[in-house]
């Protein structure tokens, strides 16, 4: 059995059972890369912080990016529709009020 990467699980555990559309689809592998890079990411400052002489740059670096990162993923993430909602604009609100 193949190992299960960071991503898979985050994939999984958006919105189960979802058919997704070809654009949403294309976020979801991204979403999964950029979760796979944060874990990676994630094992190297595990292992500069268990340096006995952490380099003060290179953990900050590391954090930055992690920090990038993960704000990526919610952005992507939130873009998603799993209610298959089509969100209504104000213009057209205001239009079906007025007939």
Request: with cysteine; proline share 3%.
């Amino acid at each position: 059995m193949a190992d299960i990467t960071a991503g898979q699980i985050l994939d999984e555990g958006l919105a189960p059972n979802v058919e997704w559309d070809a654009a949403e689809r294309v976020v979801l592998t991204l979403v999964e890369q950029s979760a796979d890079r944060t874990a990676v990411l994630q094992t190297l400052l595990d292992a500069e912080m268990a340096k006995p002489e952490v380099a003060g740059l290179r953990v900050c670096e590391l954090a930055a990016e992690i920090r990038q990162a993960e704000a990526a993923i919610a952005k992507m993430a939130k873009s998603l529709n799993p209610e298959m909602v089509q969100a209504k604009s104000l213009r057209h609100m205001r239009a079906a009020n007025v007939r």
